[in-house]
């Protein structure tokens, strides 16, 4: 069983950065694949990034490439995504999952392993 806590959420003007944190507990949290996924009244979850167990393989959304660093601190069972050239559109609700990596470049959510969220908000 793995319990994910999201942090570090807030609000930040058009172009700045912000790092969400990951916390995880659980004693196979180093064994998990993370995903970061944002969601908007009325649209789905979407993901946006991810990394494999060990933090070597990613994956990112059109939408945040090059923007957005997923990585993970196995020592400290949490992963990070560290948010820059913020826009406006980012906003959103921000939820971590934990799943599996399955090839190259495709994370699998596992439904029963959510944070709670935190709120990203961009003001312009």
């Not at 990951?22 to 979850?45: D, E, H, L, M, T």
């Amino acid at each position: 069983q793995v319990q994910l806590v999201e942090s570090g959420g807030g609000l930040v003007q058009a172009g700045g950065s912000l790092r969400l944190s990951c916390a995880a507990s659980g004693s196979i949290f180093s064994s998990n694949a993370i995903g970061w996924y944002r969601q908007v009244p009325g649209k789905q979850r979407e993901l946006i990034a991810a990394c494999s167990s060990g933090g070597m393989l990613t994956y990112y959304a059109d939408s945040v490439k090059g923007r957005f660093t997923i990585s993970r601190d196995n020592a400290k069972n949490t992963v990070y995504l560290r948010m820059n050239s913020l826009k406006s559109e980012d906003t959103a609700v921000y939820y971590c999952n934990a799943g599996k990596w399955s090839g190259i470049s495709t994370y699998i959510g596992r439904d029963d392993y959510w944070g709670q969220g935190t709120q990203v908000t961009v003001s312009t």
